[in-house]
Structures are given as structure tokens and as C-alpha cells.
């Protein structure tokens, strides 16, 4: 129940495409859902996060759409670029927790 | 700003073997937590500490352990090594334990076990 599952395992994406990840979750009681960002040699960036109580956040061309009721959440790259290939973790967490439960990441390739 | 230190950032040991790993979190910030990366089990959570208190804890057996200094300052120790072991262990620091304080990650120490 603690687990976050996430897919594709990787995905190659060519630049100016639309780059989209998935992650799924069991534990209702999760109410904090960040995507993090990670470079070779570099530990994880906080890219962008959401509450359930929104469906959908947008931070320039990074998008977040959640699905309460599915237990689902999802990022979207628009416009993607050759400098957005990193792998991607979404995460959720409980409310005055600071355990993280991760995804198994997203290696995104994105070609010129 | 500084961002959260780790240090050192390379260690290679022997099974059996104890190490130490340090943190320090941004100026200011009070929670640290820990993370073990590896390619097998991602990113999975050790255990936090904030204001020299450990807060929670993850599913590690208990050569694991941290500690946390009044300057907010944090080390971790894994003692008799095993090469399931081998792994990057990433510090995260917060300027507290709420949603509003999004975690800020160090780069790691990659500690390697033969």
C-alpha cells in the first residue's frame, strides 16, 4: 500500500514533442505528490508539486494532471527539450511527514 | 545560498567494514532526511531528523543509524558492511516537516563495497 508505481521505465521523445509519465498510488491517505527532476551525478530537483485537491498545476511548459479518484497523476513535458533528458521520480507523501515514497524513475531521452 | 553539502562524495569500503556519512543542510533549515539510491530499489527513504530528534524511519535493519547536531548538521553510519550496501546515499534537508518546506537534495555519497 506504501508503494508508488511509475511508468514508462524509460521513454525517447523528440525535441519539441510532448514527453508524459505516469504514476499510480494505493494509500489514500498520500496528500502531497511531487515530481523530481535528476542529472547524471547530481541528486534529485524539486520540479513541481500538487495537492489533491487540484486537478491539474502547470509551471511553465511542466504540467502535473491528478486523478483523485483513480489514484492516478501524471507529467507532462511540453515542448520538450535535449536538455530535459534526466530521469523523472514522482513521489507521494502523507501530511507532516518528511518520508517520501518514490517511483521507480523515468529515464527520458529526448532527441534533437 | 549554499545548497546541501555532502561529504565526501566518493567512499569505497570493505565488507564488515563501518562508514560514516555527512550532511550539511542549507543555512537555516532544521529536518534532514536520508535516502539510499540504488539501481534495483530506487530512492528509498532511511529516516529524518529534525531539531536532533529522528521523526521517522524507514525499513533498513538497524546498522543503519543517523544522528543530528545542534547546528542542524547530520551524519548517517552503517556499520558492518555488506555489499548490498553499495549505493548512493543522498541527505535532503527542509526548512521544516510540512508541505510547505519542499525537501532540497544534496548530490550524494557514492559508497561503493567490496
Known amino acids: 500500500q506504501q508503494q508508488v508505481k511509475q511508468s514508462p521505465q524509460s521513454l525517447i521523445v523528440q525535441k519539441g514533442g510532448i514527453s508524459i509519465i505516469n504514476c499510480a498510488y494505493e494509500?489514500?491517505?498520500?496528500?502531497?505528490f511531487p515530481w523530481y527532476q535528476q542529472f547524471p551525478g547530481k541528486g534529485p530537483a524539486l520540479l513541481i508539486a500538487?495537492?489533491?485537491?487540484?486537478s491539474e498545476k502547470k509551471e511553465g511548459r511542466f504540467t502535473i494532471s491528478f486523478n483523485k479518484s483513480a489514484k492516478q497523476f501524471s507529467l507532462h513535458i511540453m515542448d520538450s527539450q535535449p536538455g530535459d533528458s534526466a530521469t523523472y521520480f514522482c513521489?507521494?507523501?502523507?501530511?507532516?511527514?518528511?518520508?517520501?515514497?518514490f517511483g521507480q524513475g523515468t529515464e527520458l531521452s529526448v532527441k534533437p | 545560498k549554499a545548497g546541501v553539502t555532502q561529504t565526501p562524495r566518493y567512499l569505497i569500503k570493505t565488507r564488515g567494514q563501518q562508514v560514516t556519512l555527512s550532511c550539511s543542510p542549507i543555512?537555516?533549515?532544521?529536518?534532514v532526511s536520508w535516502y539510499q539510491q540504488t539501481p534495483g530499489q530506487g530512492l528509498q527513504f532511511l529516516f529524518e531528523?529534525?531539531?536532533?530528534?529522528?521523526?521517522n524511519k524507514g525499513n533498513f535493519p538497524g546498522r543503519f543509524s543517523g544522528r543530528q547536531f545542534s547546528n542542524s548538521r547530520s551524519e548517517m553510519n552503517v556499520s558492518t558492511l555488506e555489499l548490498g550496501d553499495s549505493a548512493l546515499y543522498l541527505c535532503a534537508s527542509s526548512f521544516r516537516t510540512d508541505l510547505n518546506s519542499p525537501l532540497h537534495f544534496g548530490n550524494g555519497t557514492r559508497l561503493t563495497v567490496t
Open positions: 531528523y529534525f531539531s536532533e530528534t529522528q521523526r
Open positions: 543555512s537555516g533549515h532544521r529536518s
Open positions: 494509500n489514500t491517505a498520500f496528500d502531497y
Open positions: 513521489a507521494a507523501s502523507i501530511t507532516q511527514g518528511g518520508k517520501l515514497i
Open positions: 500538487i495537492r489533491p485537491d487540484v
